[in-house]
């Protein structure tokens, strides 16, 4: 079955250093990918998304994730994070070849700490 | 801010009850979607609508219903209100079917 992981429950990292965010996909083809960013009581964000083309993709807010095919993954990351990041992150998929729509099926999100 | 407005911000109401979620697409958007997000289900999707017309169902119960106006708003009703069904009830909206979806800031609901 289709489904989307993301390891890391909690990650606190201090303001200035960087960031790396996992996220893991089971499908057998190449799936539509997204990072969301949740800051606390408010709605959804996209950060970025990737379809096709260049495994490398540049977000807002200073963040970029790549893609993985061999290894399934999706990764996000930010060379320097500001205090304004801590926030909750989703890694986000659809998976094409199943879907009647374009739904998204999410992981169980990661809460970003930082420190000062 | 996304463009897609959301009303209710927080709604509560008593078990039994009836309560309508109400989403308005960002403009030009075709595609309307609903997703709840629990503590203990995470964010999971429940219906898509796109141009009037249901286009794809998730993991939503028989109490819930859903609509798509003429104008593009949508409407989602959760009847027969249990204490589970307290969550955070997110709209989304996109273009069409194949580009990426925004998010309005969401209805909390709380069943007591």
């Known amino acids: 079955a289709q489904s989307v992981t993301q390891p890391d429950i909690h990650i606190t990292v201090s303001e200035g250093a960087s960031l790396e965010l996992r996220c893991n996909y089971s499908y057998g083809a190449t799936p539509y990918l997204f990072w969301y960013v949740q800051s606390p009581g408010q709605g959804l964000q996209l950060l970025l998304k990737y379809f096709s083309g260049d495994t490398l993709v540049q977000g807002i807010k200073g963040f970029e994730a790549e893609f993985k095919r061999s290894q399934s993954s999706f990764n996000l990351r930010k060379p320097s994070v500001h205090w304004s990041d801590a926030a909750e992150y989703f890694c986000a998929v659809v998976f094409r070849e199943y879907n009647a729509g374009n739904m998204l099926t999410f992981g169980g999100g990661t809460r970003l700490m930082v420190k000062p | 801010d996304s463009g897609v407005t959301q009303t209710p911000k927080h709604l509560i109401t008593a078990t039994g009850q009836r309560v309508t979620l109400r989403c308005s697409p960002r403009?030009?958007?075709?595609?309307v979607y609903w997703y709840q997000q629990s503590l203990d289900q995470g964010l999971q999707f429940l219906i898509q609508y796109y141009n009037g017309e249901e286009r794809a169902k998730g993991n939503i119960l028989e109490r819930f219903s859903a609509q798509q106006f003429p104008d593009l708003h949508s409407e989602l009703n959760l009847s027969s209100l249990e204490l589970g069904d307290s969550a955070l009830y997110f709209c989304?909206?996109?273009?069409?079917?194949?580009?990426?979806?925004?998010f309005g800031p969401g209805t909390r609901l709380t069943v007591l």
């Open positions: 403009s030009g958007d075709l595609s």
């Open positions: 989304a909206s996109s273009v069409d079917l194949y580009n990426e979806q925004f």
